[in-house]
């Protein structure tokens, strides 16, 4: 026989809501197998038991029928997102169908899931370069890792929503997250920007400086820009379009002026095969490699390595933090600021946006000062 256990919550309005949760457990052909749902009423958990309590219903659950998991995340992939699906990374799926795919989805428990995260600790990580992806002497970062397992609780939720699993095998703390870092800190001043810029017109590539300006001014990723093609440049409307993002979605990547008419001329050399905005002079065909451009940039400005914290060092993602920042403190409706931004929550936003000590005081006596009573 099954259980039910009743829980009383109390809603927004005050009024007391009860449950009822009906959980089956059996030994089924030497597996354990288990079923639960949650009703309004006491009536439905039982009648519900009564229909599912058989030895057929249980069996069939402890065989993990159904499809395999690499079937789930294929269909996954091409459905809508819905609540609880919508976060999800193309190389992430990548590695749970290595990983996962020949499996029932059924099969997969706390333990399967573990094994893998333990896995992607001890993973090196990688970068694209012109000649395809690289392993590096770093590790994937406790950030990393909590988004292969946020895209794994996507498509596990999936499978919840369509009835081919009862019970989510993370949840309730059965799949514990990494502790992560605080983040980096560090943003631009005005001078160290133009320290950087006038750095970038003395470097060798004539479209180093454009580079840095468009980083500044649209808070688009490294990749973004790198990867830029002329096909999806649009000077008329004054947007690049981005379709390779990290999140997988399109998005306008507004133009400034300037920048706008630095692209105009630029679009008049372009060489014949260069699909590229920045591309590498020496193989039209290639995006450019930025990576010693840049370091050379920062050393003659003065920023290779300036402060001892590596997570208040200069690095180029610090162009997307400043220009977040800066977007944040000028526009109170942070969902404009998300779609040039590109963030996939608002809540990933915040972490890129902070306030210092000027402008917390700045704040409190702009909208605190004067409403209050003077102290004594």
Known sequence: M????????????????????????????????????????????????RENESSTALAALSAASGPTFGDLLDAFVKSPPTKGTRYWAESHVDFWKAELGTLKTGEIERGTINTCKAKLLAQKARINTPDGPRETDRYLTPATVNRYLATL??????????????????????????????????????????????????????????????????????????????????????????????????????????????????SKVRPPGGDYVFYDPRHPERPKNIQMLWKSARKRAGLWQDREDPLDQVVLHTARHTTATKLVRSEKNLARVQSVTGHKTLSQLSRYTHLDSSDSVELAERVLGSSGQAAN
């Open 2 to 49: 099954g259980s039910i256990t009743t829980s009383k919550k109390n809603s927004a309005t005050g009024k007391t809501i009860t449950t009822y949760r009906a959980f089956i457990r059996r030994n089924v052909n030497g597996k354990q197998a288990s079923k639960s749902k949650v009703f309004a009423t006491k009536t439905e958990a039982k009648n519900w038991l």
């Open 153 to 266: 609780s996507s498509v596990l939720n999936f499978a919840v929503q369509r009835g081919i699993i009862s019970h989510h095998p993370m949840k309730a703390g059965q799949v514990v997250k990494e502790q992560e870092s605080k983040g980096r800190r560090r943003i631009l001043t005005t001078d160290e920007e133009q320290r950087l810029y006038d750095a970038c017109d003395a470097t060798t590539w004539p479209m180093m400086r454009l580079f840095l300006r468009v980083c500044l001014t649209t808070a688009a990723r490294k990749s973004e820009v790198l990867h830029l093609r002329w096909q999806d440049v649009d000077l008329a409307q004054s947007v690049a379009w981005l379709h390779d993002t990290k999140n997988g979605d399109s998005r306008a990547m507004p133009l400034v002026g300037d920048v706008k008419a630095s692209l105009a001329v630029a």
